[in-house]
């Protein structure tokens, strides 16, 4: 225990100390990440782990250290716009899954912060990839409602959580239906029901349903109504979000956000007129449910160009240890550009889609998402263009701080790479 406490003291001291440090990172081609074009040559100035300025003739200071990018991409960290990091290490292992609030009784009040673990081997993996933050967010339960998410880092140290309990998630659709007695129709009553309780209880009443709601739960919720935080809705078929969008004109301060939304496409104009933007899945393209029937690789340009504000984000996808294929499925949407009869987006916009786009969907984009001056520093130095898959992560910031590169899987490939008799455990021999 004393040994592990020197090192979390050691640990400390030396971020404390990388946070307070200068740093100027100079020469590359530099991505702002707000859908501008890169800029050649440009330098970014970290100081006390916030951007101080970024772009073609920044000033360096005599006392900064430089970390010479020529020939190389500069750009913000990507922001994972959904996942559930940190809060698995196997799947199929119960005492490794934290991703639902299981058999606790509650649901709107479950709070996933405290089950983020910064230790669990996918932070590095995806740390490694050039992923510095994420939209963490619980799984369903027995509830639509399955508790409010955060926004994470994913720095090499133990406070995980940039912000707790940043929004409410829900499910809807057919996984919604399946915890509201089997029916949609059974998912918007209990919807209704259950923020209507929550109204009468901010009125003075304490009397529950408690099949439908606690009295945390129903506290939870408080903020949800006011509009202060978000809600997250898990939704696929466009007809589910049209009858969302009617929904919304009953509890008209509720900010939505829809989460998956594979046929997002057939109703663009009607989200972009309700101001309700989206999460996307960016590659879902076969009817691997029936409220996917509509899926299309072209939903996310016709939807951007319809007016939805639209970000990248992983539900169901390989969500809690898979972020570092965000950029491959923004790169792939560059790509279709070139396929006739698609709408992909242009590599500007596509890099915005994993960067300022999501932490603008779930407002924190004056602190997180892009080079601007008083952003955190999160920065990554790339070998070539972050949107190919042959490109790879040779630096990346976190709070101004630089972080190790290493990971579990790393360890294992060196480990196994060239084994020497007797040096390692024997392989099966059959």
Known sequence: MKR????????????????????????????????????????????????????????????ARTVDARGKWVTPGIFAGFSRVGLAEVDAVNGTNDKSGGRSGFSAAIDIAPAIDPFRSPIAVNRTAGVTRAVVAPEGGPSIFAGQGAIADLGADAEPVTRARAFQFAEFGEEGAEVSGGSRAGTHLHFRAMLREAQDHAAGSDAFDDDLLKKEDARALQSVLR??????????AANDMLRLIDLKRDFPAVKMVFV?????????????????????????????????????????????????????????????????????????????????????????EAFAAISSAPAEIMGVADRLGSLKAGRAADVVVWDGDPLELSSAATTVFIDGVEQPLGNRQDRLRDRYRNPAEGSLPKAYDY
């Open 260 to 348: 998956g939304a594979s046929e997002g496409w057939r109703v663009a104009d009607k989200l972009a007129a309700a101001g309700i933007s989206v999460i996307a899945s960016a590659l879902n393209d076969l009817p691997a449910t029936f409220e996917m029937l509509g899926a299309t690789q072209s939903n996310i340009g016709r939807m951007k160009k319809a007016g939805v504000k639209v970000a990248i984000g992983m539900i169901n996808d390989r969500d809690s240890h898979q972020l570092r294929y965000t950029p491959q499925y923004a790169g792939n949407l560059v790509s279709l550009q070139k396929v006739p009869g698609a709408t992909g987006l242009s590599w500007d």
């Open 227 to 236: 509009g202060e935080t978000r809600l997250l809705i898990h939704v696929e």
């Open 4 to 63: 592990f406490l020197l090192a979390t003291a050691a640990l400390i001291a030396a971020t404390t100390a990388a946070h307070a440090e200068t740093v100027a990172i100079t020469g590359g081609k530099l991505v702002i990440g707000d859908g501008s074009a890169p800029i050649e040559g440009g330098t970014v100035l970290i100081r006390n782990g916030t951007v101080v300025a970024a772009g073609a003739n920044v000033a360096i200071p005599a006392d």
